[in-house]
C-alpha cells in the first residue's frame, strides 16, 4: 500500500506545526510514564441524542446530572468539541477510528440488515489498544454494522474482547440483545426499560474482574435516544419530560461506574471521557442552532468532559476547536500505544493542552452524509454555497456562504460574509482542496464498508 504523505497521514487540515506538537507531547507523556509503569485504564462513555445544553454543567437548568459535572469538576471541559458528524454512525466511526467518518466509508447510519459497517481494514481504538495489553469490552450500542447481516461487522472482530449490547436502532422493534457472539434476548416497547441498568451491569463487572490489569471500556449508552422508556424510579425526576428523566438516568448509572473505579482503587489511574454522538433530536442545545442531523453548531457541538487525576488539572476549559477524530490519537499518547501509520489520520494528540499548552491553529470540516457542508478556521466558519447545510433558509435569511464569527456568535445568527470576502475565499478553497481528497477515495472506503 502507497503511505500517504506526512501532511495526508495527518489530514483534516492538520499542518506540521500542529503534528509536531502532539508528536513531541505524546512522545514526552510515553517516556515520563513509561517510568512509572504507568498504563491508564480508559473508560469511554457516550450518551445517545444528548444535546450540548442538557448538562447541567453547560447550563442546563432543567436536567441535573451531577456525576457527568464531577467529571469536569475534577477535569478538563472541552467548550468546543465537535462532532464528526451530525449523526450516530459517523460519530462512533470517527470516534473510534481517528478518521473521518467518509474515510470509513460510513458518513451515515445503515439501517438493519445493510451491508455497510466497520471494514475489517479499519484500526479501532479496542485494536490499538489491544495490542498494548489492554482488555476492552463494550456494552452498549454498537451502530457501526449488523453481524446478522455480516459477521465480521461484530464488534468481537473489531478489536473488543467483551460485548454485550445491541447492533443499532431501538426504534425498529423488536431488536437483539448479543451477548458475545450469540442472541440472547428481542426487545420491543417498554421492554427496553431497563436496557441501561443492564450495560452498567455488564461495565461494572468488567471493572471488577479486570482491576488487576489495564482495560479500556467503552459504554455507549442508548439514553437519550428516542423512544423514551424510563425506569420507573426516574418517571418525573428532571424538568424536561421523559426525555430529561432519561438523561438524568443516564446520570445515575454514569455514577455507578464512577463509584465502582473508586472502590475498586482505579480512580487515580483511569481516564474516563463523557461525550454524546450528535445533537439532540428536539431538545437543548443551549443557545446554539439547530440539532440532530444538521451542521449548524446544535447538531455537532457536543459536551465532552475528560478526567484523570494527576495529569489533567481539576475544572480547567480547553476553548479551542476539537474533534471526536482527537480520541484516538491523544488516547494512543497518553497509553503509549501505536497508531496505524499506513493511512490518513484526522485526529491530532490533545494531552499536551492538559497542562495548558495549545496546539497550532487546525482546519476542521463538517460533513453530512457525502457532503462538505462547512469549514471551520478558529474563531471563523463558512457554510458553502449549494450544499445540504441542514435547515431550509427562513424568509428574509441570506443563503450560503454564510460566514460566522463563532467566538462572537455561536448561535449562528450573525452572517458576515459580505464584509469578510477574504475569509470566505480562503475556507471555501480550504474545503474544495479537502473535499477532493475524500471524494477521490469515495469509491474505496465504500467497497470496504461493504466488504470488499
Not at 57 to 86: C, H, W
Not at 355 to 384: F, I, P, Q
Request: proline residues 8%; contains cysteine.
Amino acid at each position: 500500500m502507497h503511505r500517504p504523505s506526512r501532511r495526508a497521514v495527518l489530514g483534516a487540515g492538520t499542518g506540521p506545526a500542529v503534528a509536531a506538537a502532539g508528536t513531541r507531547a505524546g512522545a514526552a507523556v510515553r517516556k515520563r510514564d513509561a517510568g512509572r509503569g504507568v498504563r491508564p485504564n480508559v473508560v469511554l462513555i457516550m450518551l445517545d441524542d444528548v444535546g450540548y445544553g442538557d448538562v447541567s454543567r453547560l447550563g442546563s437548568r432543567k436536567i441535573e446530572t451531577p456525576n457527568i459535572d464531577s467529571v469536569g469538576a475534577r477535569g478538563v471541559t472541552f467548550s468546543q468539541m465537535y462532532s464528526p458528524g451530525p449523526v450516530r454512525t459517523p460519530a462512533r466511526a470517527g470516534l473510534l477510528t481517528g478518521r473521518h467518518p467518509q474515510r470509513v466509508g460510513l458518513p451515515w447510519a445503515p439501517g438493519p440488515g445493510a451491508p455497510d459497517g466497520m471494514s475489517a481494514c479499519e484500526r479501532t481504538l479496542g485494536e490499538i489498544l489491544g495490542a498494548r495489553g489492554y482488555r476492552t469490552g463494550i456494552f452498549g450500542k454498537w451502530h457501526l454494522g449488523d453481524p446478522a447481516q455480516r459477521p465480521r461487522l461484530h464488534p468481537l472482530h473489531h478489536g473488543f474482547d467483551e460485548f454485550f449490547g445491541i447492533p443499532g436502532f431501538t426504534m425498529d422493534v423488536p431488536f437483539p440483545v448479543y451477548d458475545g457472539a450469540g442472541i440472547v434476548d428481542w426487545l420491543e416497547g417498554d421492554e427496553q426499560t431497563g436496557l441501561s441498568r443492564r450495560h452498567t451491569d455488564r461495565a461494572i463487572d468488567f471493572v471488577r474482574r479486570n482491576r488487576h490489569r489495564p482495560f479500556f471500556l467503552y459504554l455507549p449508552y442508548t439514553l437519550a435516544h428516542k423512544p423514551y422508556y424510563v425506569e420507573k424510579r426516574f418517571r418525573g425526576s428532571s424538568k424536561a419530560g421523559p426525555y430529561g428523566d432519561l438523561v438524568q438516568q443516564a446520570d445515575f448509572h454514569i455514577g455507578r461506574v464512577l463509584g465502582e473505579l473508586r472502590a475498586c482503587g482505579l480512580d487515580g489511574n483511569t481516564l474516563v471521557v463523557i461525550t454524546s454522538d450528535n445533537g439532540p433530536d428536539e431538545h437543548g442545545t443551549g443557545g446554539l442552532r439547530a440539532g440532530k442531523g444538521y451542521t449548524f453548531e446544535g447538531g455537532i457541538r457536543m459536551p465532552f468532559f475528560a478526567q484523570w487525576p494527576g495529569h489533567i488539572g481539576p475544572g480547567t476549559t480547553y476553548d479551542d476547536p476539537a474533534c471526536f477524530t482527537d480520541v484516538v490519537p491523544t488516547v494512543a499518547a497518553v497509553t503509549g500505544s501505536e497508531l496505524p501509520d499506513d493511512r490518513p489520520m484526522d485526529g491530532i494528540d490533545l494531552s499536551a493542552t492538559w497542562s495548558g499548552r495549545r496546539v497550532a491553529e487546525r482546519v476542521l470540516y463538517h460533513y453530512h452524509d457525502w457532503t462538505l457542508n462547512a469549514v471551520r478556521r478558529g474563531r471563523w466558519k463558512l457554510h458553502l454555497p449549494g450544499r445540504r447545510n441542514g435547515l431550509q433558509p427562513e424568509p428574509g435569511e441570506p443563503r450560503p456562504p454564510l460566514l460566522y464569527d463563532i467566538g462572537a456568535d455561536p448561535g449562528e445568527r450573525h452572517d458576515l460574509a459580505g464584509a469578510y470576502g477574504r475569509t470566505v475565499r480562503e475556507l471555501t478553497a480550504l474545503g474544495a482542496r479537502f473535499d477532493g481528497e475524500i471524494q477521490a477515495g469515495k469509491d474505496g472506503a465504500l467497497r470496504r464498508a461493504r466488504g470488499g
